[in-house]
């Protein structure tokens, strides 16, 4: 080894110093090392927007879900013919800001779409998500019959069946559903979203339908949910309809753990995460926890 | 053809066309005794007709340009010859016809009406077959994966998705039969060049008829060498040399005779009444007076049906949709309602409504269903026999209502739970509901929940029919009772 001349060694430090000195970035990166982000996150807040940046930035950042050049699909419901504020489809500026930050983390490319159950071109348009994400720079289509491929899902209720190729495809996959009542599921969430991923007859899913939200969740394993609850709709789902059955909760739900999402969704509509069938198959498969109690859950609240 | 972006109004010029034909005009105010306003339009083409004659079959009808392109095709030898007057007459028939069917209200001049019937054939048989027949070519690139060639059919597949292609392929019962209609209409060119519009149009009658007293005229000047150049080349067998007489009502004002003719003899323009020698009309009074007879008696004979008494259950009209007898006699079958639905819903009829409902929208909830927010078959009706929708109106209209099939419907038959029909429904406070019920199944007692129809809330848009998973024969089905327009007592 050579020695260092004193120049180098004045040079070193020079940085070294500097460098500890250089207060933000170092203290967060030192803090985020140190304190492993929580399983959790519940973000409240006015702003749609700001409570989802809140909820990332707890989680540790984007950067750690999104990689330089990896190809996103963020994954909203735009199932129905529905306007935002009747709360039956996800919150555009939810997924903007989603859009907008896997963006901002290094994704070449971040895709938007679902496979409706009413006609694709309404609920793209009236639920705003269309404009929203296209805006904030991600690449919108409308679902292409000839690209389903019969997969084997190697579930319980699911064995083959029609998957989206392009859902399969790309790197990472962030679930973005919206929280709200649904009769056959008691609530949709971010497991039941999952079937927006998938062709084929789906109504037939109904007849096992707990078991085949938890195959699709096992199946598709989204690295982040982020689950809006800025509106909810508290009755007469999965479409609504009338604001009546509309809740204004300003929250949003976020973590890695789809069962622990879920879970927490299912504690904000004010039911209990066991009340869900699908909750307790999925946890008894040890896709995820739903005990919120032993879940280090963090909460913070975003004022503009 | 405008392609739809999911905005609650279409953008839509088709209809246009037919807001000219004062064909449309005519019988809906004769049948009707209404006029659509947009439809006094078609008096523009009646002026122009008045003092140009025909130029709207020669200039402005689609089809006419239609069957100039076919007449390309025609052999030489059959380009020379042209129609008798016998088999020119017809389209005055025709037209007599329909204009003293719809005097005593029956309204069946879409089927003949050129632009009604071009619409419809477009819609219903042209439009799905092409775009099955390009799908399928790019399908079959897409699937071969093959590096280079599939690129570039994927890019113009985009390209023809984005601007051309139907967003989902559209499905017709009768588009074999309409579309064979059309092609014998465009075939016959090769036998005689504008056959459909010397022989059969009745607009292209009525039309030769406004044009007797227009002032504009052919005539044919002492340069004349009777080459008969102009009457070999004429493509409605109007033109004459300087001996003939020039076919006033047969003239399209293509304007061609003039331009070949060698000796610059030919000169169009507005003249005194004597000059030039021209033909009346000629339609043979036996044959005006049969018309006008069939035109009386074709009205009570399509309405001995007991169709007429009593409509079939299934057979559910548009939302919009004027009460029956009104709205039959104001539907022109153009089918533009059936094109822009958005479900594939809407389908021609065939018997259904009998045969004076030959071809009216009617709901199919087999290949679609009526879209909750959805008001563009309003919007596109170009006699309001549809009337155009508010979103709220819309909401509230009923179109017939939904019944549960206990003896195939999962739940009941079969003791497993199934909800798919009131996930659907887009009413907002929900026409199905659930009752819970226990029910004994061969492992024991359980509880299920069993769907249960609110007939008040329910607005029989048939998303649950098309949605059950019993495809086949769905367990959940619409009937026409209890739909708006017909103001029946219901008993609840």
Redesign the interface.
Known sequence: MSKLTRREWLKLTLAGAGAALTPWPWRTLASAATASPPDLVISHGKSPALITEAALQALGGMSRFVSRGDVVLVKPNIAW?RTPAQAATTNPEVVATLVRLCLTAGAKEVKVFDHP??????????SGI?EAAKEAGAKVS?VDA?RFRKMNLKGEALQDWEVYKEAVEVDKIINCPILKH???ARLTMGMKNLMGLIGG?R??L??HLDEAIVDLAAFFKPTLIVLDAVRILTA?G?????LK?VKELNTVAAGVDQVAVDAMGAKLFGLQPGDMDHLHIASTRGLGRMDLGKLRIKEVTTNS | MTA????DEIAYPIRIFLHFDPLILITTFLSSHGIPLALLLSLITVSFTLVFGRVFCGWVCPLGTLNDFMGRLTPKKRRKKHLGDQARRVKYYILIFVLVSSLFTLQITGLADPISLLIRSLAVAVEPAVNLMTHTVF?LL?RADIPVVTAISEAIYALLKKHILA?HQPFFYQGIFIGLIFAAILLANLYRRRFWCTALCPLGALLGLITQISPFKRVVGKGCTSCNLCVRECRTGAAADVKGKWKKSECVMCGECQEDCPEDAVRFGFLPAKAGKVTGVDWGRRGVIASFISGIFVVPLMRTNPLTKRRKGSLIRPPGALPEAEFLRRCVRCGECMKVC??NGLQPALFEAGLEGIWTPRFDFHSGYC????TLCGQVCPTGALRELSQEEKARTKIGLAYIDKNRC?PYAQG?????C???C?????AIK?EQVETRTPGGRKLI?RPVVDLKLCIGCGICEY???L?DQPAIICTRLGESRADELLPF
């Open positions: 013919d159950c009413e006609d694709p071109r309404r609920s793209y348009v009236r269309m409308y000839r649904h009769t056959a007859d109504s037939r109904h007849w007469n999965p479409q609504g309809g009338s059955y | 739809y972006k999911g905005t399908d897409y967003f958005l479900t879209q909750y927010y959805c999962i497993v739970e199934c909800l798919v009131e996930e659907h887009p009413t907002p406070d929900k659930f929940r949605k059950c998973p495809h």
